[in-house]
């Protein structure tokens, strides 16, 4: 079956460095999304990995690792509004997106 | 970037009123696009995929007669919950992806549907 696991839910301060793991078993892998989701709002697309290694996007990062099923997503210098839920998704084999249950970060001052 | 419009943003109707609910592709043509549900704290469950010109593929234990999708065009598709009960109360999100197999899911802002 579909399995993907990430923390429910994480604090840190302004100005901070987290970082969210995300791991997986699915049937196939054809790439890793990460979301940001704001309360009562649609996810809104954040980076995508395919290839094992480090993407960089500004103040935000995701790395993945095919053999591990591993993949994190860094966020840098922590602003208040970065408060939301980070959701994992795997593409799968028919070229759907699986979820996990999102990452709950909390910014605090 | 690209852009999903998804109306209405929200909807109260009585129970046995059938929703329509509409996702539009933009500034790109998507031959295929995605309906979510999602209950409070919890994470988006694929509903069905809808694709332009064919019938949509729903996922298991999702009623096709309840849920009818139709994407009669490369930048439209709608889905109607017939006859709504307040179990169908939920937040609906669509979705659209460019031609591409890599290209990422762009989503809509969703319509958050309560049902009295």
């Known amino acids: 079956g579909q399995n993907i696991d990430q923390p429910t839910e994480m604090t840190a301060t302004e100005g901070a460095i987290v970082q969210i793991n995300c791991t997986y078993q699915t049937s196939g892998f054809n790439g890793l999304f990460w979301y940001q989701q704001h309360a009562g709002e649609a996810p809104t697309f954040l980076s995508y990995n395919v290839l094992d290694g480090l993407e960089e996007k500004g103040r935000f990062s995701s790395f993945l690792s095919r053999s591990k099923g591993y993949s994190y997503l860094l966020l840098k210098e922590l602003q208040m509004k970065d408060s939301a839920s980070y959701l994992c998704a795997v593409k799968d084999s028919w070229g759907k997106l699986q979820f996990g249950a999102g990452t709950q970060v909390v910014v605090t001052p | 970037g690209a852009v999903v419009s998804q109306h209405p943003s929200w909807v109260i109707c009585k129970s046995g009123t059938s929703v329509k609910i509409e996702c539009r592709s933009l500034d790109f043509q998507a031959t295929t696009m995605f309906w979510y549900r999602q209950f409070p704290k919890q994470s988006l469950m694929l509903m069905a995929t809808s694709n332009e010109g064919s019938k949509a593929t729903y996922e298991q234990g999702v009623e096709k007669d309840k849920f009818l999708i139709n994407h009669a065009s490369l930048t439209l598709s709608t889905l109607t919950v017939t006859s709504a009960h307040p179990e169908d109360s939920s937040f609906y999100i669509c979705?659209?992806?460019?031609?591409?197999?890599?290209?990422?899911?762009?989503f809509g802002d969703g319509t958050r549907l309560s049902i009295l």
């Open positions: 979705s659209a992806r460019e031609a591409g197999d890599v290209q990422p899911q762009h």
